[in-house]
């Protein structure tokens, strides 16, 4: 198993056991009057926080939706009623506007005697499901093909998940169930002692086997031994290597969150490069889930001598949550004159751009405050060791947000050559997400409060398409700068 794969299938398997809530092995009764008041707590945070939620389908299609599911309410499991609420949801297209199962509960279904599949999965681009490892001592599993799971055949089982996933591409969303798989498999068909797989072998044998579900104890002890914590190579932000006797560089970066030091690590990274001499250089946004345009503006400040903006347009709507998000030292904002401090605020903000015009309109259902910040370039980049060779830029579908926007700079401005897939996040993304708590339920909601624009304006509702096309498969396989350089050299 190759160091990719080993990373990405560590980062899976804590997403799936620490940041995926939903494991409960009693979930609570909602009475029809709770979750009648959760849907109209959703509806009012959408219009009040979100500055374009019906970007995807209209108000009046959304509001029939919540009609139809407010009319079907009976008494339910808090269990059930995320599911119901999670198509709801689901329906808006918005990776970051998102509804989260309580995490404390994730505790209470393993200390209940709760489990957890033996195997990962992963859904191919056709939807079908291959195993892509497994805690068993079956080694047939390893890339069989799952025909169906516990009787019920998995196209089906696709289609039930799908309403619980969340974003614009339908890649990035299958990677989610990837992801979930047994979290959303116990969602929707409740707890098992055991799972019972129908599987097409790689020699083509069609067998049913039945395999014993693990207990989170079991779980943890299988984590460890087959995903050893690395940490310079699970954990750290940002890695830079160099091929042994060509002048080709890697940097590979997990996220775009800012960390303490990470603008002087960004600068011994290209003051390296240049007393190497690098004359290529590779830069990995594989699984890459975005983080803040600090990041981004740091690197690029040693990639590009032209003037170049982040964003050639900023949207953001101006509400109470959105307030409450800003550190409490500078909440007064919101009693003061607005346009004059959007354009004093992003000379903290930013150091590549200014604010060339504000335009400014109100929500039509909420009259709140839109604004519309339209940005022109300065000149700002690294004297000392920018870096002025070929640079390949790696995405795929797990390319999502500030490494989308990050990957829509470098095409627009011809500055590096995108390999890969398409991101799964849009080019033109939303964010700058706040959380809000739903009065009942508990659940977690996440809404975005901003969109972004590329800087060539161009929109067409998908991700930033590569220059080279590689397919999923070979993309991942790739792991050497040997194996990136003949990716490289291939055309579409």
């Known amino acids: 198993m190759n160091t990719t794969l080993i990373r990405t299938l560590a980062v899976l398997l804590w997403l799936i056991s620490a940041t995926h809530p939903g494991y409960a092995a009693e979930s609570r009764t909602m009475d029809v009057q709770s979750m009648q008041q959760d849907l109209r707590f959703v509806q009012t945070k959408l219009n009040t926080i979100h500055p374009e939620p019906y970007h995807h389908l209209g108000k009046d299609e959304f509001d ?33 506007t998102a509804v989260f199962y309580n995490q404390d509960e994730r505790q209470q279904y393993f200390n209940e005697g709760g489990t957890t599949p033996p195997f990962l999965v992963e859904v191919k681009d056709n939807d079908s499901v291959i195993i892509r490892h497994h805690f068993t001592d079956d080694a047939t599993l390893i890339g069989a093909e799952i025909l169906t799971i516990n009787g019920r055949p998995i196209d089906a089982v ?71 914590k690395n940490d310079g190579v699970s954990e750290s932000p940002m890695r830079l290597s160099f091929h042994e006797e060509k002048p080709v560089a890697l940097l590979d970066l997990n996220h775009f969150g800012t960390y303490k030091g990470y603008k002087d690590s960004i600068a011994d990274a290209f003051r390296e490069i240049k007393e190497r001499q690098i004359e290529t250089l590779f830069i990995d946004l594989r699984g890459n889930g975005g983080g803040t345009h600090f990041v981004a503006e740091a690197l690029i400040h040693y990639l590009m001598d032209t003037p170049w903006v982040l964003v050639s347009k900023a949207k953001i709507k101006t509400s109470d949550e959105w307030y409450a998000s800003l550190p409490a030292s500078v909440r007064i904002v919101r009693y003061l004159p607005k346009k004059p401090l959007i354009r004093f605020a992003t000379l903290f903000l930013t150091d590549n751009a200014r604010i060339d015009r504000i335009e400014a309109s109100k929500d039509p259902v909420t009259n709140q405050s839109i604004f519309e910040l339209y940005t022109r370039p300065r000149q700002h980049y690294s004297k000392d060791y920018l870096y002025s060779g070929q640079v390949f830029l790696l995405t795929n579908r797990d390319s999502y947000s500030m490494s989308g926007m990050f990957a829509a700079i470098m095409k627009d401005y011809g500055r590096a050559v995108i390999v890969g897939e398409e991101t799964g996040g849009l080019a033109n993304p939303h964010g700058s997400n706040v959380a809000v708590t739903l009065p009942n339920s508990k659940f977690r909601f996440t809404i975005s409060t901003s969109r972004a624009y590329r800087p060539s304006g161009m929109f067409d509702n998908r991700g930033v398409i590569p220059d080279i096309a590689i397919p999923f498969d070979d993309l991942s396989r790739a792991k050497t700068i040997d194996e990136l350089l003949e990716l490289s050299a291939r055309r579409r």
Do not use: C
């Open 64 to 96: 029939a939706m919540v009609d139809r599911l407010e009319g079907s309410l009976a008494p339910m499991s808090s269990k059930e009623w995320y599911v119901r609420l999670s198509e709801l949801i689901s329906s808006l297209q918005d990776g970051h």
């Open 158 to 228: 696709l289609r039930s998940m799908w309403p619980l996933t969340f974003g614009e591409s339908k890649l990035f969303r299958n990677g989610q169930i990837s992801r979930s798989f047994g979290r959303m498999l116990w969602l929707l068909y409740g707890h098992a002692d055991s799972v019972t797989l129908t599987i097409r072998q790689l020699d083509g044998t069609i067998r049913a086997q039945s395999y014993a579900m693990l207990s989170e104890t079991q779980y943890n002890e299988f984590v460890a031994r087959d995903f050893p």
